[in-house]
């Protein structure tokens, strides 16, 4: 972030629809502040003599996710009740408010 970080801040959140507190915006550069000073202390450290790692224990990769199963409870939705269930429709669409730019 160049510039005004505030303002960038400030910006970015009216871009997502949240309402900044300015208590919070001090709390958020507080806190980068400190990340900027700890990323410069990282930059310090000498690594030239560090071999690099794929994985952080150096194990080959053992997947220990579940199998995909495939869920067809959802199909027994009827569009009816899904449309009766939303804020807003159209005959056959939810209606939604536009949430970018």
Not at 63 to 92: C, H, M, T
Request: glycine share 0%.
């Amino acid at each position: 972030m160049k510039g005004n970080i505030k303002e960038e801040l400030k910006e970015i959140a009216l871009s997502l629809m949240f309402k900044i507190d300015v208590k919070v915006l001090d709390d958020i550069m507080e806190l980068w502040t400190d990340l900027n000073t700890r990323i410069e202390w990282l930059k310090e450290i000498d690594t030239s003599n560090v071999e690099p790692l794929s994985h952080i224990n150096e194990n080959r990769f053992i997947d220990f996710l579940r199998d995909d199963v495939e869920d067809n409870s959802l199909v027994s939705i009827k569009k009816q009740d899904l449309l009766s269930n939303a804020a807003d429709f159209d005959e056959n669409y939810i209606l939604t408010n536009k949430v970018v730019k």
